[in-house]
């Protein structure tokens, strides 16, 4: 032992929201994190992080852009841990709750604080946070990175075990459904959702221009009330582009695709059998500390894109989100920001159910709101 190092970080962010025929004081996703490193023999060094939400407003009634930020109703919930070792030669290894190596191929589009990416395969099962698949804030999972020249790259697995019913049925509960698929109940099914697998890589092609590419994979096995098995593979690959530093001045672009399967949900919880996801954003810092911007998003899964039989699935049903967001943050200084930020809706959500319809359309509303982050 030679060395320790410990850090505080995150941020208080506060922000008023008009959208869905509602004004509201809302929290941006505010979050505390310690960071601890320690040096240890031979280059090694011991690391861990741990970081949890904080809600200083309360929840909110409305769901606008993730999910699972707004329904938090305690002052502290869990966003990540985890805790590795680390070589300049030999890389980095971690384990615990983490940003997934997905993260690194589409993070450069997730820079519009209110209404971020939901196109990228990141907050996935309805603007979640990505811990079941592993591509946002992956539970369980280990990891590792390195840097070979010009290239970084990071691999990963989620080692876990996850088992949970459904029930094609309206209002029920899962002791009930369970209860269903016990009893033999074709419409209800027990789904397995265990080990995911992923990899990531980045190339550096200058000190401004870098390209991205990945892939994430995991397989549901379905098993129905009658015995009859299914496995589905949960599957999303893409790449990325980046130009400049969202934090330098001048100007900053970035984009990425990708083809996904089995891997979201739409509005109202239902798997997508396949979808293209797109997302762009665009800024210019300017001298005086103003960052105008301009996002695009599109998650298009096209009609008939449920992949399992359900109570409220047509194959005439369309989910397409797409939006734009434009707005400006202000720099007052490096730790201090004002914003304001518009979003138009674009997307296509058809059904002949029109009060499905109506759920599938409410999230993805106009909006517009202003706020303060400070951080710590």
């Given at each position: 032992?030679?060395?320790?190092?410990?850090?505080?970080?995150?941020?208080?962010?506060?922000?008023?929201?008009?959208?869905?025929?509602?004004?509201?004081?809302?929290?941006?996703?505010?979050?505390?994190?310690?960071?601890?490193?320690?040096?240890?023999?031979?280059?090694?060094?011991?690391?861990?992080?741990?970081?949890?939400?904080?809600?200083?407003?309360?929840?909110s009634d409305i769901v606008y852009n993730n999910r699972f930020e707004s329904i938090q109703d305690e002052f502290l919930y869990n966003r990540l841990g985890y805790a590795g070792l680390k070589h300049d030669k030999y890389g980095q290894i971690t384990i615990g709750k983490q940003w997934g190596a997905w993260f690194d191929v589409v993070y450069?589009?997730?820079?519009?604080?209110?209404?971020?990416?939901?196109?990228?395969?990141?907050?996935?099962?309805?603007?979640?946070?990505?811990?079941?698949?592993?591509?946002?804030?992956?539970?369980?999972?280990?990891?590792?990175?390195?840097?070979?020249?010009?290239?970084?790259?990071?691999?990963?697995?989620?080692?876990?075990?996850?088992?949970?019913?459904?029930?094609?049925?309206?209002?029920?509960?899962?002791?009930?459904?369970?209860?269903?698929?016990?009893?033999?109940?074709?419409?209800?099914?027990?789904?397995?959702?265990?080990?995911?697998?992923?990899?990531?890589?980045?190339?550096?092609?200058?000190?401004?221009?870098?390209?991205?590419?990945?892939?994430?994979?995991?397989?549901?096995?379905?098993?129905?009330?009658?015995?009859?098995?299914?496995?589905?593979?949960?599957?999303?690959?893409?790449?990325?582009?980046?130009?400049?530093?969202?934090?330098?001045?001048?100007?900053?672009?970035?984009?990425?695709?990708?083809?996904?399967?089995?891997?979201?949900?739409?509005?109202?919880?239902?798997?997508?059998?396949?979808?293209?996801?797109?997302?762009?954003?665009?800024?210019?810092?300017?001298?005086?500390?103003?960052?105008?911007?301009?996002?695009?998003?599109?998650?298009?899964?096209?009609?008939?894109?449920?992949?399992?039989?359900?109570?409220?699935?047509?194959?005439?049903?369309?989910?397409?989100?797409?939006?734009?967001?434009?707005?400006?943050?202000?720099?007052?200084?490096?730790?201090?920001?004002?914003?304001?930020?518009?979003?138009?809706?674009?997307?296509?959500?058809?059904?002949?159910?029109?009060?499905?319809?109506?759920?599938?359309?409410?999230?993805?509303?106009?909006?517009?709101?202003?706020?303060?982050?400070?951080?710590?």
């Open positions: 032992l030679t060395d320790r190092h410990y850090a505080i970080g995150g941020y208080i962010d506060a922000r008023v929201i008009n959208t869905q025929g509602q004004n509201e004081v809302v929290n941006g996703a505010s979050r505390i994190n310690f960071d601890f490193k320690r040096q240890l023999k031979n280059g090694w060094e011991a690391l861990t992080k741990i970081e949890w939400g904080v809600n200083p407003v309360g929840s450069a589009t997730n820079y519009s604080y209110v209404w971020d990416g939901n196109a990228a395969g990141v907050y996935t099962y309805n603007k979640d946070d990505g811990a079941v698949n592993g591509t946002g804030r992956g539970d369980k999972t280990l990891q590792y990175r390195n840097s070979y020249g010009d290239f970084d790259f990071s691999v990963q697995t989620q080692l876990k075990n996850s088992a949970f019913y459904t029930c094609d049925v309206t209002d029920i509960t899962e002791s009930q459904c369970q209860a269903n698929f016990e009893s033999g109940d074709t419409a209800a099914q027990q789904v397995e959702f265990n080990y995911t697998f992923g990899g990531a890589v980045t190339y550096n092609v200058t000190d401004k221009l870098k390209l991205t590419a990945g892939i994430n994979r995991g397989e549901f096995e379905l098993t129905y009330g009658d015995g009859t098995t299914r496995s589905v593979d949960d599957l999303i690959y893409g790449a990325g582009v980046i130009w400049g530093n969202i934090d330098a001045p001048g100007l900053y672009v970035a984009a990425n695709i990708n083809k996904n399967e089995n891997h979201d949900t739409d509005n109202i919880g239902r798997l997508i059998e396949d979808a293209i996801g797109i997302e762009t954003f665009v800024s210019y810092l300017f001298e005086n500390d103003f960052r105008p911007f301009i996002a695009y998003n599109l998650f298009d899964a096209g009609d008939d894109y449920v992949i399992q039989p359900n109570f409220n699935a047509d194959p005439n049903d369309v989910f397409k989100r797409q939006f734009a967001v434009i707005g400006v943050h202000y720099l007052i200084d490096e730790n201090t920001q004002l914003y304001v930020e518009a979003r138009k809706d674009f997307g296509d959500f058809e059904s002949d159910n029109k009060q499905q319809q109506a759920q599938m359309e409410q999230s993805e509303d106009d909006g517009i709101a202003f706020g303060f982050r400070y951080v710590l």
